[in-house]
Nanobody, 122 residues
Framework: QVQLVESGGGLVQSGGSLRLSCTVS????????FAWFRQAPGKAREGLLC????????YMKSSVRGRFYIIRDNFLNTVFLQMTNVTPEDTAVYYC???????????????WGQGTQVFVDS
């Protein structure tokens, strides 16, 4: 049984940085694509970035391009979301997801973590 566990959320000042982690257990990470999503209060869940098994990255939301980065560490079996220059609009619960395939998951992905809350203080 594959499990994804996010961590690293918390309170950060506007303009600051934060790194979120998604640790995978039950399978090896290296074969699959993973994506980060987020859901703000009262809004739909939205995709941010994806990284495939070749470490090719796809931005799913233009407003995070140049500020958010997705990194995979196959040795640690962890996918990271590096957030920089954050704004209050980045306040949301952040999730990682995978379909256990080489294709980037969408909002109907099969496997999700429980999420980690990020608050950006203005």
């Amino acid at each position: 049984q594959v499990q994804l566990v996010e961590s690293g959320g918390g309170l950060v000042q506007s303009g600051g940085s934060l790194r979120l982690s998604c640790t995978v257990s039950g399978d090896t990470l290296e074969k699959y694509a993973f994506a980060w999503f987020r859901q703000a209060p009262g809004k739909a869940r939205e995709g941010l970035l994806c990284i495939n098994s070749k470490s090719e990255r796809t931005y799913m939301k233009s407003s995070v391009r140049g500020r958010f980065y997705i990194i995979r560490d196959n040795f640690l079996n962890t996918v990271f979301l590096q957030m920089t220059n954050v704004t209050p609009e980045d306040t949301a619960v952040y999730y990682c997801a995978t379909d256990l395939s080489s294709f980037c998951p969408d909002s109907e992905a099969a496997y999700w973590g429980q999420g980690t809350q990020v608050f950006v203080d203005s």
